[in-house]
């Protein structure tokens, strides 16, 4: 059965310090992988997905995210973070999409 | 980019009473459409999957007959949750895809919070 991990619940960054929220899939074949954010109280918007090729996905709002399969993971990483960035992260493996249980991202000024 | 709506966005009812949430593709045909439930702090969990025209696929341990879901046209999916009791409070989100493909995106609607008094 397909599964995600995403280890940290809460992360905490400085305004313009760089990021990393980490994904951990288990699947058995190829996967099909997303992320997505979640402001307070709003649905999901995608920020970048992966199905085959460049192993480096750029997404939107300067979000970019690289598949490894030798550690089955697909970490999401922003060079500069902004306030607005503060949000839920959630990381999906399809088929059948399946989420991750989501990491807090809280951004000091 | 695809929009998807929902509707009501927050609705509050008493224990007892059917609550009807609908959920829109506003700018393409969505073929298939999915229902999710989520808890405070926690994932998505779906509970169905609805096909424009055919019957719902509903998860394991999800009732059939206490969320009843409806794809009548291919830009609109209905969740009416029956006789809700205060358990059932929750943040109900649906997304749509065009095809339901395995390399198809899902765009999500913005979600309704369900209140059972």
């Known amino acids: 059965a397909q599964s995600v991990t995403q280890p940290d619940i809460h992360i905490t960054v400085s305004e313009g310090a760089s990021l990393e929220l980490r994904c951990n899939y288990s699947y058995g074949a190829t996967p099909y992988l997303f992320w997505y954010v979640q402001s307070p109280g709003q649905g999901l918007q995608l920020l970048l997905k992966y199905f085959s090729g460049d192993t480096l996905v750029q997404g939107i709002k300067g979000f970019e995210a690289e598949f490894k399969r030798s550690q089955s993971s697909f970490n999401l990483r922003k060079p500069s973070v902004h306030w607005s960035d503060a949000a839920e992260y959630f990381c999906?493996?399809?088929?059948?999409?399946?989420f991750g249980t989501g990491t807090r991202l809280q951004v000091t000024l | 980019g695809a929009v998807v709506s929902q509707h009501p966005s927050r609705v509050i009812c008493k224990s007892g009473t059917s609550v009807k949430i609908e959920c829109r593709s506003l700018d393409f045909q969505a073929t298939t459409m999915f229902w999710y439930r989520q808890f405070p702090k926690k994932s998505l969990m779906l509970m169905a999957t609805s096909n424009e025209g055919s019957k719902a696929t509903y998860e394991q341990g999800v009732e059939k007959d206490k969320f009843l879901i409806n794809h009548a046209s291919l830009t609109l999916s209905t969740l009416t949750v029956t006789s809700a009791h205060p358990e059932d409070s929750s943040f109900y989100i649906c997304s749509a895809s065009s095809s339901g493909g395995l390399r198809e995106t899902q765009y999500f609607g913005p979600g309704t919070r369900l209140l059972v008094l």
């Open positions: 999906a493996v399809a088929p059948r999409l399946t």
